[in-house]
C-alpha cells in the first residue's frame, strides 16, 4: 500500500519545545526532510505569537521555503485572522482546526465548539482558492473531559463537511486512546460519512500508535502525520504526549511492506539535524523577554 506522511515536526513539534528554532534551521530541517522523500510538511502555525513564540516566524518560514512542485507545505490556523495571515504568506494548503472536547476548545482557541466552527465556516468560505483541510484534534480523548463520544466527533466532521471541507485529520492530541477506541470511533466516522478522505494525527503516551496504525490501514486510512523524533505535544493540552515519531512509523510501514518513498538512512540524518537545531537553539524564557 502506498501510504503518504504529513511530517509535522515543524509545527507540532516545535511549538511545544522550550527553545525557539531559528528560521533558517527551521528551512534546513525542511529541506532535509524532502531530500529524504518526504512529500508533505506541515511547517507553521499561525497563531497569536505571544501565545506560541515557537510559531511567530511564520511568514518568515512560508518566504524561505524552497518551491517545489511535488511538495505540499501545509500550515494550521485556528481562526480568520490566522487563515488570513497564512493566505498572505503564500499558503495554499491551511488545516482549520477544531477541537471535538469544549474544554480544550476553550483553552487553545479560546472559543466553544459552536463558536470556532461557526467563524471558520465564514472565513473558509472568502478563500475559495485555497485548499483547506480540517483537523479535528483531541478527536478521541480530552485532557479535561476525558472519552469523547463517536457520535459527538461526528458532529464535528459534519460540520466540517458542510463548509465543502472533505479531507479531515483525526488527531488523538494525548496519545492515551487505546487502539480499541481510536479504531472504534474511525471506524463509525467512516461508516457514517465514508466520503470523506480522513487521516490520522497520532501522538504516542503509551507506544500503541504503530498498532493503531495498522488497524487504521485495514480500515482504508492511507494517510498519517508524525514529527520526526517523536517531538511534540500541545502547549493548551497538559500531559500531551509526543507525536509519533516519523522515523518509526517508516520502519514500521516499510517491514509491513508499504510504500512510503522516503528513504531511511536519509531520513535519520534529518533526524539527526533537527535534533541538533533543538539542542542548540535559544530557550524559550529568553526570547520572550526580548518581546
Ligand atoms: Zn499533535
Redesign the pocket.
Known amino acids: 500500500m502506498q501510504i503518504e506522511i504529513t511530517d ?1 515536526f515543524l509545527r ?1 513539534g516545535l511549538q511545544d519545545v522550550d527553545v525557539v528554532v531559528p528560521t533558517a534551521e527551521k528551512l534546513e530541517t525542511a529541506a532535509r526532510l524532502i531530500a529524504a522523500g518526504v512529500r508533505r510538511l506541515e511547517v507553521a502555525s499561525f497563531v497569536n505569537p505571544k501565545k506560541v513564540p515557537q510559531m511567530a516566524d511564520a511568514e518568515a518560514v512560508f518566504a524561505g521555503l524552497a518551491v517545489r512542485e511535488n511538495v505540499a507545505y501545509t500550515s494550521l490556523a485556528l481562526n480568520g485572522r490566522g487563515i488570513q495571515r497564512a493566505v498572505d504568506a503564500g499558503a495554499e494548503h491551511i488545516a482549520v482546526v477544531t477541537s471535538a472536547s469544549q474544554a480544550h476548545s476553550n483553552a487553545n482557541a479560546g472559543q466553544s465548539i459552536e463558536e470556532a466552527l461557526a467563524g471558520l465556516g465564514e472565513v473558509v468560505a472568502r478563500f475559495p482558492g485555497t485548499d483547506f483541510f480540517a483537523g479535528v484534534s483531541t478527536a478521541f480523548t480530552c485532557p479535561f473531559e476525558g472519552e469523547i463520544a463517536p457520535e459527538h466527533l461526528l458532529r464535528v466532521v459534519r460540520a466540517f463537511k458542510a463548509m465543502g471541507i472533505t479531507t479531515i485529520g483525526l ?1 488523538d ?1 494525548l496519545g492515551t486512546t487505546s487502539t480499541e477506541r481510536a479504531i472504534a470511533a474511525v471506524g463509525y466516522v467512516l461508516d457514517a460519512e465514508p466520503d470523506l478522505d480522513y487521516s490520522l ?1 497520532l ?1 504516542n503516551a503509551h507506544g500503541q500508535a504503530l498498532a493503531t496504525v495498522s488497524a487504521a490501514i485495514s480500515l482504508g486510512i492511507t494517510r498519517f502525520d508524525s514529527a520526526l523524533g517523536g517531538y ?1 505535544g ?1 502547549p493548551f493540552a497538559p500531559g500531551a504526549a509526543g ?1 509519533l515519531a516519523t522515523e518509526e512509523l517508516v520502519r514500521h510501514l516499510h517491514a509491513a511492506g508499504h510504500d512510503t518513498g522516503i528513504d531511511e538512512a536519509q531520513l535519520a540524518e534529518a533526524v539527526a539535524f533537527a535534533r541538533g537545531s533543538v539542542t542548540r537553539a535559544p530557550a524559550l524564557s529568553s526570547f520572550s523577554a526580548s518581546h
Open positions: 509535522v507540532d488527531a492530541t494525527h501522538h511534540g500541545c507525536n
